[in-house]
């Protein structure tokens, strides 16, 4: 059964820590996203990859985040320092095409 | 700039009746829609979807119907079940473009 697995699932973390939340998309899909989702946005786009190649991280605040392809199997995430306004559940996806398979979610807590 | 809108925060209907769930958009590029369904503590999962050369696609119990000069799409749930009840979010696309802009999401709630 493929799917995207992230990890942490949960993270609790105090306000100026670094936070890196790892992804593995499903095999054989070539492009990756990193989404957000709060109550007032919705679901926002962070970042997305397409073979690896960063394409389009202009939803992501440079400043504090960065997002990474190391390999095809792995993506990460990058809070630092982190902030309160940072607590939200930040979601995997990966496609081969126009559907997007989204991964269970990392939920962070910044305190 | 919100480019994808449902403006029901959420929604309650009947057991056995239907659900209509809207959402508008502003971007007159976007030509591929979907709908996710989401239940607490898991990922969003694709439901159905519709390109703009159509402008009605059903898939058993659920159907979408997009009025392309309106900006507008809908998703009909009937009946709808109780296993229905999570958040729906609707997205917008360019096809071919994997890149989907989402909505704020309705959650649905079907009253047994």
């Known amino acids: 059964d493929a799917r995207v697995t992230q990890t942490p699932r949960h993270k609790v973390t105090e306000m100026g820590q670094e936070v890196t939340m790892r992804c593995q998309p499903i095999?054989?899909?070539?492009?990756v996203f990193w989404y957000r989702q709060t109550m007032m946005q919705g679901l926002e786009l962070l970042a997305y990859?397409?073979?690896?190649?960063?394409?389009?991280d202009s939803g992501m605040p440079k400043d504090r985040f960065s997002a990474e392809m190391p390999d095809a199997t792995l993506a990460t995430l990058k809070i630092q320092p982190s902030e309160p306004r940072d607590s939200a559940v930040y979601f995997c996806?990966?496609?081969?095409?126009?559907?997007?398979?989204f991964g269970e979610g990392s939920w962070l807590t910044v305190v | 700039d919100q480019q994808v809108k449902q403006n029901s925060p959420s929604l309650s209907v009947q057991e056995g009746r239907i659900s209509i769930l809207n959402c508008d958009y502003t971007?007159?590029?976007?030509?591929?829609f979907l709908w996710y369904k989401k239940y607490p503590a898991e990922g969003p999962t694709f439901l159905i979807s519709?390109?703009?050369?159509?402008d009605k696609n059903e898939d058993g119990r659920f159907t979408v119907f997009l009025n392309k000069s309106a900006k507008h799409l809908s998703l009909h749930i009937v009946p709808s079940q109780p296993g229905d009840s999570a958040v729906y979010f609707c997205?917008?696309?360019?096809?071919?473009?994997?890149?989907?802009?989402f909505g704020t999401g309705t959650r649905l709630t079907i009253i047994p």
């Open positions: 996806a990966s496609s081969a095409g126009n559907t997007i398979y």
């Open positions: 095999l054989g899909h070539n492009t």
């Open positions: 990859f397409r073979n690896r190649a960063p394409l389009d």
């Open positions: 971007n007159s590029m976007f030509d591929y």
């Open positions: 519709i390109s703009s050369i159509k």
């Open positions: 997205a917008a696309a360019q096809f071919g473009n994997e890149k989907l802009t």
